[in-house]
């Protein structure tokens, strides 16, 4: 496995259901099915270790992924990961296959720049959103969104009609009409702490 290029060992799975996936998770696997492109879905099983491996990686979330299945390679996004509620495991994992020629809807991470020179300002940068939802072709999949923050004072925001998506990328939110444009980051002003003489007001 190779996490320069997104490359996943994957087996196929005949024995399906919940009694079969927890003998896997036993067995220190993780299952997973794979579906889109208009053809069968396909039960999956990786090794865990692996995919614990992987999912450290932003890349993991936003990259187009190749998963060698029986011999064969498939390109693919992650659509869905489930864990344990308390122990450090992978339970299930969604994938959908990718076609060159069709748009894919996915979510990628907002990466926030200038936060440290809005702090140093005294004001405070509220996250509205930390990820969004766009429609491109696999060709046009941005690993993130850059938010810079930089030139923001208190009161000031961000919209999603303010980013800047890459050529061939749209929100789906936005696409959804008026009404949609949801608020990405706000900056607040950091409330003064009180000094002696306003004690001294209060006291009085």
Known sequence: MSNTTYTYDA???????????????REDKVPAILYGADKEALSLTFEHKDMI??????????????????????????????RHPFKPKLTH??????????????????HFIGEDKVTKLGATVVHQLTEVEISC????????????????????????TDLAFPKGVQS??????EGHDQSIVTIKANKAAPTEDDASDAAE
């Not at 087996?11 to 998770?25: H, K, P, Q, Y």
């Not at 696999?138 to 923001?152: A, C, G, H, T, Y």
């Not at 789906?172 to 009409?177: I, Q, R, T």
């Open 11 to 25: 087996e196929l799975r005949v024995e399906t259901g919940t009694g079969a996936s927890r003998r896997l998770r």
């Open 172 to 177: 789906v939110e936005l696409g959804k009409g």
């Open 93 to 110: 994992l969604d994938f959908q296959r990718v076609d060159a020629t069709h748009k894919l809807v996915t979510k990628v991470p907002l």
């Open 137 to 160: 072709l696999p060709k046009s999949l941005p690993e993130f969104i850059e938010v810079d923050v930089s030139d923001l004072v208190a009161g000031d925001s961000i919209h999603l």
């Open 53 to 82: 491996k992987a999912q450290e990686d932003e890349g993991f979330y936003t990259h187009i992924l190749t998963l060698n299945v029986g011999g064969e390679k498939v390109e693919a996004i992650l659509k869905d990961i489930q």
